[in-house]
Structure formats: structure tokens, C-alpha cells
């Protein structure tokens, strides 16, 4: 004789059925939510990653900045000095892309896009470790991130003592002079080398 509709052992079966699926969801849940907790792992590491890598860069075209300053200065130079005060060298200096390379590495990642612009340097990295795939997307994905940082002058170009009523000046006046905060004027002119080279003329940031 068949088993009743509801017989005991029908609804056992069914309620085995429904814990049985219940299981595979709480897997499927679970699975999913440790994948998501490791992609956004991922996503910090890269951020990280991107932001030390574009201050390295920018610490090196600081760097560079300042020792051209001094080389300037010391050879009395003063017309590349005020040259260099209004305006950073070239960030595409081997260096100050090394120094990216190194601190994305340093940080388990690979430097893949690095461009400047003035003062500012970008970079995109791309993280070594990786999600791997699930039975949507079978492809492993990496942390990716961007990131910017520059180079400011802290200190202010001043130009000479204001000329006299009803003169004009021919051309715009050279600056003769430079304001940092907390520190005296320093003249942009023989005997202000140590002075020069001494004050904190920089800011390394990150950029938006």
C-alpha cells in the first residue's frame, strides 16, 4: 500500500529536502560574503599601494627639485633660481619613476600607469594578490587603484620694492625676494645660498 500524503515518512523526506537546501544557500551566502570581504581587501591594498607610490614619486621630484636649487644658488645662478622657484623640472626623471616602481612593490603591487603633470605626478596600480574566480566570473581579479600626489612651493615669490607713482615697469618685475612662513625674507641674491638651502621650501601631498 502506498504512503499517505501525509505519512510520516513523506514529510520527513521533505523537511531533509528543505534543510538540505537551506544548507546550500547558507554555503553559497557564506562563499559569497568571504569573497566580497577579500575583494575589498584587495581594493585597500590597492589604494595603499597607490598612494605610496605616487608620495615616492613626489619625494623624488622634491628631491630633485631642491638639489637643482642649491646647484643653482651655489654656482650663483640666481636667474635659474628664480626659474626653478616658478616652476618644477621635468617630472619625467628616471628616478622619480623608479621611486613609484619601488614603493608599489613595496606594497605587493605593480605600478601600470604613471603620467605628470607639472608639479603632479599619477600613477595606477595593480595588486599581486588576486580574488579568484566564482561560478559567475571564473576570471581572477586584482586590486586596482589610482592615485595623485604633488610638489608645492610653501614659500612666496615676492617681487622689489614698488616703483614709483605714474612709472610703469617695461616688463613684468623679476622677483627679488622670497616669504616663507616662520622665516625671514630670504634675497634671491649672493650670500643667501646657506639660507636658501636651509628653509623648508616644499609640501609633498596627495592630490584629488
Same mark, same amino acid.
Request: glycine share 8%.
Given at each position: 500500500?502506498?504512503?499517505?500524503?501525509?505519512?510520516?515518512? %513523506?514529510?520527513? &523526506?521533505?523537511? /531533509?529536502?528543505?534543510?538540505?537546501? #537551506?544548507?546550500?544557500?547558507? =554555503? @553559497?551566502? *557564506? +562563499?559569497?560574503?568571504?569573497?566580497?570581504?577579500?575583494?575589498?581587501?584587495?581594493?585597500?591594498?590597492?589604494?595603499?599601494?597607490?598612494?605610496?607610490?605616487?608620495?615616492?614619486?613626489?619625494?623624488?621630484?622634491?628631491?630633485?627639485?631642491? %638639489?637643482?636649487? &642649491?646647484?643653482? /644658488?651655489?654656482?650663483?645662478?640666481? #636667474?635659474?633660481?628664480?626659474? =626653478? @622657484?616658478? *616652476? +618644477?623640472?621635468?617630472?619625467?626623471?628616471?628616478?622619480?619613476?623608479?621611486?613609484?616602481?619601488?614603493?608599489?612593490?613595496?606594497?605587493?603591487?605593480?605600478?601600470?600607469?604613471?603620467?605628470?603633470?607639472?608639479?603632479?605626478?599619477?600613477?595606477?596600480?595593480?595588486?599581486?594578490? /588576486?580574488?579568484?574566480?566564482?561560478?559567475?566570473?571564473?576570471?581572477?581579479?586584482?586590486?586596482? +587603484?589610482?592615485?595623485?600626489?604633488?610638489?608645492?612651493?610653501?614659500?612666496?615669490?615676492?617681487?622689489?620694492?614698488?616703483?614709483?607713482?605714474?612709472?610703469?615697469?617695461?616688463?613684468?618685475?623679476?622677483?627679488?625676494?622670497?616669504?616663507?612662513?616662520?622665516?625671514?625674507?630670504?634675497?634671491?641674491?649672493?650670500?643667501?645660498?646657506?639660507?636658501?638651502?636651509?628653509?623648508?621650501?616644499?609640501?609633498?601631498?596627495?592630490?584629488?
Amino acid at each position: 500500500m502506498p504512503p499517505s500524503p501525509h505519512s510520516p515518512d %513523506r514529510e520527513d &523526506g521533505q523537511v /531533509a529536502l528543505l534543510l538540505l537546501a #537551506a544548507c546550500a544557500a547558507f =554555503l @553559497l551566502l *557564506g +562563499a559569497a560574503i568571504f569573497q566580497v570581504g577579500l575583494s575589498s581587501d584587495l581594493r585597500g591594498r590597492g589604494r595603499t599601494a597607490a598612494d605610496a607610490a605616487a608620495l615616492a614619486a613626489a619625494t623624488e621630484l622634491e628631491a630633485g627639485w631642491s %638639489r637643482q636649487l &642649491g646647484e643653482a /644658488a651655489d654656482t650663483g645662478d640666481w #636667474a635659474r633660481v628664480r626659474d =626653478l @622657484l616658478a *616652476g +618644477a623640472p621635468a617630472a619625467d626623471d628616471p628616478a622619480v619613476r623608479e621611486a613609484a616602481q619601488d614603493y608599489a612593490a613595496r606594497n605587493d603591487a605593480q605600478l601600470a600607469e604613471y603620467s605628470s603633470h607639472d608639479a603632479d605626478i599619477s600613477v595606477g596600480v595593480v595588486t599581486d594578490g /588576486a580574488v579568484h574566480g566564482n561560478l559567475v566570473e571564473r576570471a581572477e581579479v586584482h586590486g586596482e +587603484a589610482r592615485a595623485s600626489a604633488g610638489v608645492r612651493l610653501r614659500c612666496t615669490l615676492r617681487p622689489p620694492a614698488s616703483a614709483p607713482s605714474g612709472w610703469q615697469a617695461p616688463a613684468p618685475p623679476v622677483p627679488t625676494r622670497l616669504d616663507c612662513p616662520g622665516r625671514p625674507q630670504i634675497p634671491l641674491a649672493k650670500g643667501s645660498e646657506r639660507a636658501l638651502k636651509s628653509a623648508d621650501l616644499f609640501t609633498v601631498r596627495l592630490v584629488s
